[in-house]
């Protein structure tokens, strides 16, 4: 049933146990028995701001799903209503419960088992894609546990080297300290760079950073642009900046004004925020409306959602850019790392380890892990802080647990 009120809770001290033994696991039934939900605010060092937002702190929600030996799996939903529609009291209220209904009372005998129900709730999920996704990473990492198996497994493909990181510059940096940042990161010979754009001064701030670098940039408008005609007026100021992409310039679903900008400019559209299901995929390549998918876990449906979108949009010569949402804990960070060492197409990530240097605080143990924990360890392979959630939690919100 779902969560019928509110009310603390504390987790149980013993939140992993050691895998079972391959003799074991054989004949291992897990059974998922409870969910629970756990509300945290996690401020950031610095404030971080673009066309749509300005974000000092991150609300997320921690879902735990426990089974019969009292083994636990995490995972992290971070709604954002201006991409899949979901925000936290919807899915404290309704999306998680209900959700967590449907995986709750199940029965597991081994990987393949948890990844078939994974994938036909996926079908069910519509556009509840970031509840779907910890959800699906909770389980996953509690199978990986119980029956001894990364999380990278599920993904069917052979671990490629880490990627380097993408680094991504908001509002927050001011025009008069672009120089100096800029400087910065020619010294650390960062290669990889996007813009937030939808300010005044955008062309003098690209400029300083493209002038810095010598290096093309990607811009990000988060749908900042009210038309076609306005965005290709915007990109045409910028002629003398060396673009590789410009992101989600218009709405979401803006078809006709996105191929217009295709056409007209040259730029490669990248579609981000009108980019969560297959669906949106699918419309997105038959209007020829994009060239580039931003593929973001949390709002794509976790490891096989993603997954779906990366291999239709191969399948159909369009590239993939790698990023995270801002204000990502260790479990998504964690996740994005992982796929991006499994699923191959990508240059870089964006946002990779931001939970260890744009929070001020992380759900795991140690931060750093969700970088740098071998990608071989059981489950997620980072370890969850119980003291942390608790620390973390928003006040008198706390749903669970329930069977």
């Known amino acids: 049933m779902g969560c ?61 799903l426990r089974c019969q030996t009292g083994l636990a799996g995490f995972g992290e939903i971070l709604p954002r209503d201006y991409v899949t529609g979901e925000t936290v009291e919807s899915v404290l209220t309704t999306l998680g419960p209900a959700m967590g209904a449907r995986f709750t009372g199940r029965h597991f005998d081994d990987r393949t088992s948890v990844v078939t129900h994974l994938h036909r709730e996926l079908d069910h999920a519509g556009r509840h894609l970031a509840t779907f996704c910890g959800f699906e990473t909770a389980l996953l990492d509690l199978a990986g546990h119980a029956f001894g198996f990364a999380l990278g497994k599920v993904l069917g493909r052979k671990a490629g080297p880490p990627l380097p990181a993408g680094t991504v510059i908001g509002f927050d940096v001011t025009t008069e300290a672009l120089p100096r940042h800029a400087a910065v990161m020619r010294l650390r010979h960062t290669r990889h760079v996007k813009m937030k754009v939808g300010l005044v001064d955008d062309v003098e701030r690209l400029t300083i950073v493209a002038e810095a670098l010598g290096a093309p940039l990607r811009i990000d408008a988060n749908a900042a642009w009210e038309s076609a005609a306005e965005a290709v007026r915007r990109l045409r100021s910028m002629r003398a900046i060396p673009l590789a992409s410009v992101e989600q310039p218009l709405a979401p679903y803006d078809f006709v004004g996105a191929r217009r900008i295709r056409q007209e400019t040259g730029i490669p559209v990248v579609a981000d925020e009108g980019l969560c299901t297959g669906e949106d995929a699918d419309r997105l390549i038959e209007e020829r409306a994009a060239d580039i998918f931003n593929i973001r876990l949390a709002k794509c449906g976790g490891l096989l959602g993603a997954l779906r979108l990366v291999e239709r949009a191969q399948a159909n010569g369009l590239r993939c850019h790698l990023g995270t949402m801002v204000g990502e804990s260790g479990i998504l960070t964690r996740l994005a790392e992982l796929f991006g060492r499994f699923v191959h197409g990508f240059d870089w990530l964006d946002g990779k380890g931001q939970n260890a240097w744009l929070l001020a605080n992380d759900v795991l143990e140690e931060p750093h892990a969700a970088v740098h924990a071998p990608i071989s360890a059981s489950g997620l392979g980072v370890r969850v802080s119980r003291d942390r959630i608790s620390r973390f939690t928003m006040l008198g919100e706390n749903h669970g647990p329930t069977r």
């Not at 060092?45 to 929600?61: D, G, K, L, T």
């Open 4 to 64: 019928s009120s509110r009310h603390r809770t504390s987790l149980p001290t013993q939140l992993r146990r050691s895998p079972r033994s391959s003799a074991t696991r054989r004949m291992y039934v897990m059974q998922v028995e409870r969910f629970e939900l756990h509300p945290v605010r996690l401020p950031l060092r610095a404030p971080f701001s673009h066309a749509r937002y300005r974000r000092r702190e991150s609300h997320a929600i921690i879902v735990v």
